[in-house]
């Protein structure tokens, strides 16, 4: 009888997954409520990445690549959620100061 030992091969991370884990830190070290919404089944098309609360805004946040193109369903949510009165965003690897700059300009009433 012989025995196999299989080691567990992690996939390589995409580009756009880079982007996701780098704005999942900085949500981190803001104490930013968010989670990534389900797509699949009874999820809807184009809804962004990732959802989040701060300091009573609501903001989405669609990760790409730079040169990641939004999807028209992509871009159709972002801007039912502006209409909506939250805030949308789309980020990429150049950007992620830009999402930093965003969370450090609330101040203690939530104003951003």
């Given amino acids: 009888m012989s025995i196999i030992i299989q080691k567990e091969v992690k996939p390589m991370p995409t ?11 900085i949500l981190k070290d803001y104490g930013v409520y968010y989670f990534f919404p389900a797509t699949h089944g009874y999820g809807r098309s184009g809804v962004p990445d990732i959802i989040c609360c701060y300091m009573g805004a609501f903001i ?15 871009e159709r949510e972002l801007l039912r959620i ?16 830009d999402l930093k700059l965003y969370f450090a ?5 939530g104003r951003g």
Avoid: H, W, Y
């Fill in 15 to 25: 580009p756009e997954s880079k982007v996701k884990d780098a704005v999942v830190k």
């Fill in 60 to 74: 989405a946040i669609e990760c790409k690549t730079i040169k990641g193109k939004l999807t028209a369903l992509q």
């Fill in 82 to 97: 502006r209409r909506a009165g939250g805030q949308s965003f789309v980020v990429n690897e150049d950007m992620l100061d």
């Fill in 105 to 109: 300009s609330f101040d203690e009433e």
